[in-house]
């Protein structure tokens, strides 16, 4: 559950929404393959782990009143790796600002993959 406080109470959000809410807005960036976990469980370790615990490559913290996200992505072969990244970190930042009224201070992108078409 995230829970963020401001002078007019308590607003509690869950962490699927919140986690479904980030990846659908970077999964529809132009250059993005997929989201990659985030779990210190990758390689051949990571294979013997249930999918169903997976965190879809979302990392939260809130720090000063404001969220520090962490994403860890896949791109398509060819793209513009910073191009991709730029847009990345505007549009989730104005989405998150925009849908729940929290503030973003920090967008980090975290590039794990490469994929070909």
């Not at 970077?26 to 993005?32: A, M, S």
């Not at 990758?42 to 979302?58: A, N, P, R, T, Y």
């Not at 970190?89 to 973003?104: A, C, L, Q």
Request: proline share 1%; glycine share 8%; net charge neutral.
């Amino acid at each position: 559950m995230i829970r963020y406080e401001n002078h007019l109470g308590t607003i509690d959000v869950s962490d699927n929404f919140f986690v479904s809410l980030v990846s659908n807005t970077v999964v529809n960036c132009f250059g993005v393959a997929g989201m990659a976990r985030t779990n210190q469980q990758k390689g051949i370790l990571g294979w013997f782990h249930s999918s169903h615990h997976q965190d879809k490559g979302v990392r939260v913290q809130i720090k000063e009143n404001a969220f520090i996200i962490d994403l860890h992505i896949v791109v398509l072969y060819g793209v513009n790796i910073s191009a991709v990244v730029r847009s990345i970190m505007n549009k989730v930042s104005y989405y998150i600002e925009e849908i729940t009224g929290f503030p973003v201070k920090r967008v980090n992108v975290f590039i794990d993959g490469i994929k070909n078409e």
